[in-house]
């Protein structure tokens, strides 16, 4: 069933919710509402209260102009009070970046799970997310979408075929539609570094797993964030890639969440 709270600033923020147990809030990716958890949810639902929020500017959840990071973290804030007062949090790659930078803020939640936060290691390639960063913010506010869902999509390795074919594709206009909340994901990021001094401040246990097809660059960042927490443990899903099948990752929640 569909709800909605209403952030701090004014935002409605719509969710669905089911199940009963421990309260867990599934936070969504870059170019995604929360229906592209929907199958993750219905897995955990028989032992969780399982909330998936849109996050704000998709969906049917509003949009409050500035954005700021903070914004999103009220969002939750609001979601886990609805929740009850506690929740676990779950997000999954530039959604995992915003439930690590949450819990590091003090919201009040029992435990977290992330599954691939892009983080880079190192600095080599700051100079080109500069330039995509710069790129996307000229191409958001000229009004130019779809340049700004080609640059996300390159970003992400997509070929350049395969993004010409997308253009042509029913579900462009939905990818239009939300694409100036890819300049939200990138605040995010925060620049791409793994966040050490942030996930240092996390008091709670923090699960981060990775897929063992996936690129060895996401398997090292998945590890360094375990490493930087101070609760921190790594996960390898093997077979699995960043498109995660939730047959394996719901188990691997379930578990360490405690039910």
């Not at 009220?74 to 530039?94: M, R």
């Not at 600095?123 to 996307?136: M, S, V």
């Not at 340049?147 to 993004?163: Q, Y």
């Not at 998945?222 to 490493?227: I, V």
Request: charged residues 20%; negative net charge; aromatic residues 6%.
């Amino acid at each position: 069933m569909e709800k909605k709270v209403t952030s701090r600033d004014g935002t409605p923020i719509a969710y669905t919710r089911a199940g009963r147990g421990p309260a867990v809030v599934l936070v969504s990716g870059a170019m995604s509402a929360g229906a592209t958890l929907a199958p993750l949810a219905a897995r955990l639902a028989d032992r969780f209260d399982v909330l998936v929020p849109d996050r704000r500017g998709r969906g049917a959840s509003g949009d409050t102009a500035p954005y700021a990071v903070e914004r999103e973290v009220e969002d939750l804030a609001a979601l886990v009070e609805a929740a009850g007062g506690e929740a676990a949090l779950y997000g999954v790659s530039s959604g995992a970046a915003l439930v690590l930078t949450a819990a590091a803020s003090g919201l009040p939640v029992t435990r977290v799970t992330v599954y691939e936060p892009p983080y880079a290691l190192s600095d080599e390639g700051a100079k080109e997310r500069a330039e995509y960063t710069a790129r996307l913010t000229e191409a958001i506010g000229a009004g130019r979408r779809g340049d700004a869902v080609e640059l996300f999509l390159s970003l992400t390795g997509l070929a350049p075929a395969m993004i010409a074919n997308a253009r042509r594709s029913p579900m462009w206009p939905d990818m239009e539609a939300i694409a100036p909340t890819l300049a939200y994901d990138d605040a995010v990021m925060a620049g791409g570094r793994v966040p050490a001094e942030r996930l240092a401040a996390i008091t709670v246990p923090v699960l981060v797993l990775a897929g063992g097809a996936s690129p060895a660059w996401l398997q090292e960042a998945a590890r360094a964030t375990a490493e930087a927490a101070p609760e921190g443990a790594y996960r390898c899903l093997e077979g699995q890639t960043h498109m995660v099948d939730p047959d394996v990752l719901a188990p691997a929640l379930a578990e360490f969440l405690g039910a």
